[in-house]
């Protein structure tokens, strides 16, 4: 613990409340960062931020209550960070939601405007509110989790794919900004990066435990995703800025 890549990073966590970002809390405290969550939900955030305290004892893992669908919320979110721990290194963005439908002519179009909320505004906001942060670090990282549908749509998933597809379009951006960035500098290379870990989707085992005879084929356990996600700052910059690293079969 803390003599690898993220030793002595400081990452924050975007939906560090659910599942996904209770096993990243984990993962990446024993990889040796100082972790920063975030969450709208006060409790469950508490929750899992206790929980990676109390398996990694030696490391720095807060909250933050923050509202990602505010900017101000979030540069002010960004602002404490560096303010509290001198520079953020990454932000990883977990904030998830779904809505489908059963066929594409019974698609919602109230299921749009949620979604737009939680898988695209999260992400413009938080990449606006950081950007400058992460492409001043040594080893800067901006990390979605997107999802397969998002490159091969079906016709029950029209909102939810393209909200997808959208957020990694809007990361992709940042990724060129990271890149002209660096050669603007004059450095070697730019050495932070906007990468995207697609997945079919993702399992826990409160999932497996409702569903004791479900397959989840194809799916991620979160866990395996959480191990994933260090593993974006094992990698140089210019291996991971402006890719899909898939978890899962391409289509």
């Known amino acids: 613990m803390g003599n690898g890549a993220l030793s002595g990073a400081v990452i924050a966590v975007a939906g560090a409340g659910g599942p996904a970002g209770r096993a990243a809390l984990l993962r990446l405290a024993e990889a040796g960062a100082t972790v920063i969550g975030a969450d709208n939900d006060a409790e469950r955030l508490a929750e899992a931020v206790d929980a990676a305290r109390y398996a990694h004892g030696g490391s720095t893992v807060v909250g933050d209550t ?3 669908l505010d900017l101000q919320s979030t540069r002010d979110w960004a602002a404490r960070i560096q303010k509290d721990f001198g520079r953020v290194d990454g932000l990883v963005h977990l904030v998830g939601g779904w809505r489908g439908s059963e066929t594409f002519t019974k698609t919602v179009l109230d299921d749009w405007d949620l979604l737009e909320l939680l898988l695209i505004r999260t992400v413009q906001h938080t990449t606006l509110a950081f950007h400058e942060a992460l492409q ?6 901006y990390v979605l ?5 998002a490159s091969n749509p079906t016709a029950g998933n029209a909102a939810y794919s393209a909200a997808k597809a959208a957020a990694e379009a809007w990361t992709l951006a940042m990724g060129d900004y990271f890149r002209k960035a660096g050669i603007a500098e004059g450095a070697d290379g730019a ?8 997945v079919k989707a993702l399992v826990h085992d409160a999932m497996r435990a409702e569903r004791p005879n479900a397959k989840f084929a194809g799916f991620t356990d979160v866990t395996e995703l959480a191990e994933s996600i260090v593993g974006v700052w094992d990698k140089p910059a210019a291996e991971v800025n ?9 289509p």
């Open 66 to 68: 923050v509202d990602l």
């Open 145 to 149: 989790i997107s999802a397969a549908g």
């Open 191 to 198: 050495t932070s990066a906007a990468a995207i870990l697609v």
């Open 136 to 141: 001043a670090s040594d080893r800067g990282r």
């Open 242 to 250: 402006g890719k899909r690293l898939w978890l899962t079969e391409k």
